[in-house]
């Protein structure tokens, strides 16, 4: 299923919002509806969303916690019909391809190594599906100012977790 344009709006909607409390943020999950059904349940809502009425509008789930495992949680979340998509927002560090060759075996040992490395990278990764298919992932690297990183593959996993909670 192609992406949508809503859908891509709805990412970067979401990644601004997250953005503007910074960095050092919890995992943070929302709901996504179609902003003129939300209208339409919801009519004193219309002057405060800002999307196209055609597009998404998204909804924080402020009780969220990953926990430990965040596939666990996510493999517990089933979404009831009136939401048509979701959306994740999350931080890693990440070493660059050649680097992670040096890391130890041991996930908590690997976890420590790649906090202290010298060459790693903190992105904010914003990940997001559809009902209908769709999934798109945007990445902004931790101290750039710069364009997004998108892409449909961005993090793939994690997508087809999300792409779970919703059947």
């Known amino acids: 299923m192609p992406v949508t344009d809503a859908l891509v709006a709805a990412l970067i ?4 919002h997250i953005g503007r409390s910074g960095w050092d943020q919890p995992a943070r999950l929302f709901a ?6 939300l209208i339409a349940a919801e009519p004193s809502l219309a002057d405060q969303l800002t999307g196209a009425a055609d597009g998404y509008s998204s909804i924080e789930q402020e009780d969220f916690t990953p926990g430990d495992d965040l596939a ?7 979404w009831p019909d009136t939401v048509a998509g979701c959306v994740l927002a999350l931080e890693r560090a990440f ?4 680097a992670e060759g040096e890391l130890p075996e041991d996930p908590d040992a690997a976890a420590l190594a790649v906090a202290n490395h010298p060459r790693k990278l903190d992105l904010r990764v914003v990940v997001g599906v559809t009902r209908d298919g769709g999934s798109h992932g945007l990445a902004r690297v931790r101290g750039e100012d710069g364009d997004l990183l998108a892409g449909a593959d961005l993090v793939p ?3 087809a977790a999300l792409a779970h909670t919703l059947e």
Not at 13 to 16: A, H, K, L, T
Not at 72 to 78: F, K, S, V, Y
Not at 95 to 98: A, E, M
């Open 72 to 78: 666990e949680t996510l493999a517990g979340i089933a």
């Open 95 to 98: 070493l660059p391809t050649d």
């Open 157 to 159: 996993a994690l997508a």
């Open 32 to 37: 996504l509806v179609r902003t003129a059904e």
């Open 13 to 16: 909607e979401v990644e601004r």
